[in-house]
């Protein structure tokens, strides 16, 4: 909470419409575009809705191929299965947990549709080579970029690269509304029918404007709009980002300092920030030689009162995908689903917290 929030959503309230793209949604929105230079945004209700209708967006059909990495969220690869796709997974960097880039283009087929990358912790999966890729190929490029508001490659921010990006506000993202998301359109192909499949697939956001005398249905879409008072939060932190990043990247930071050491003695990695890429300080994590010591040593904070968690299951290995995987092992996906851990992250984490938890962190290794 960064102090206007309350006083935010009762001023939506007391304006009398909170269904959804009123003052403060024009707020965010008109944020995000000056601040990032984002063609269009629109927010959604969350980043899974973001990612589905970017399927819906770029015309995903049954038997489609979509090309993602297997270490991310399930959102990710939901969206597109809901229209259909085959999902053709990616194995991750070997050393950091994004998809390798290198790797695409051999995964490439005549029934390749998209390319979807994953910022993974906010750092940037080689957009403007995988672009470069997508554009070759003649296929669309959609970057999830739900951990990676406020980040940047080559002084370009992420979401703005590919076709289309996706952005999460979860409350456990860095800018939070508790639930919420947003589509970023960069290609002028999709401007008018995202606002369309947003709005239950009719033109209501045209009428409303005096561009049609009345509104009908015209396409397939959802109710990827979200209310007043999500908008109404969002903006409440939007006008604190700059306090929210600083205070962030100065708890990494800590962390990264203090764990350098340990790091270069070979007890774990730590995360490492690609050329180009600026870390908008999402996470830190440690990754350990093997799921054995990863257990081991998540048991032992859990004993100090430390709460530190793993992160994704390869969805290549699945329960719901595995048996419509290819075969191809992926070690690198596998290796982070076994070995990575996230240490404790978040805005209100104090100096003598995180001195607790990186001194219980020496105990442990250097025992």
Known sequence: MTGAETTYIAQA???????GDGIF???????????YGFRKCLLTTSCTDALEMSA?????????EVIMPSYTFVSTSNAFVLRGAKIVFADSRPDHPNMDADQIEKL???????????HYAGNACD?????????????????????????TYNDRPLGSIGHLGAFSFHETKNIISGEGGMLVINDERFLGRAEIIREKGTNRSAFF???????????????FLPSEVIAAFLYAQLENLEDIQNQRKAIWERYFKALQPLAEQEFFSIPKIPKGGVNNAHMFYVVLPSADERKKF???????????????????????????HDK?????????????????????????QQSYIIDQMKAYFLV
């Open 209 to 223: 404007r005096g561009e049609v005398d009345k509104y009908g249905w015209v396409d397939i879409g959802s109710s």
């Open 298 to 324: 998540l048991n032992y904070l859990k004993s100090v009162g430390i709460h530190a968690v793993f992160h994704y299951l390869s969805l290549h290995k699945s329960p719901f995908y595995e048996s419509k």
């Open 25 to 35: 949604t024009k707020k965010c929105h008109q944020f995000f575009e000056e601040k």
């Open 13 to 19: 309230v007391a304006n009398g419409h909170i269904s």
């Open 127 to 151: 957009p403007e080579k995988i672009r470069q890729i997508a554009d070759r190929h003649g296929i669309f490029m959609i970057e999830d970029a739900a951990q990676a508001i406020d980040s």
């Open 56 to 64: 819906i967006l770029t015309n995903i059909q049954p038997d489609d």
């Open 328 to 352: 191809r092992e992926l070690p690198y996906a596998d290796y982070f689903s076994d070995c990575l851990v996230r240490l404790p992250f978040f805005y209100e984490l104090t100096e003598s």
């Open 108 to 118: 490439i087929t005549p029934k390749t549709k998209a390319i979807v990358l994953v």
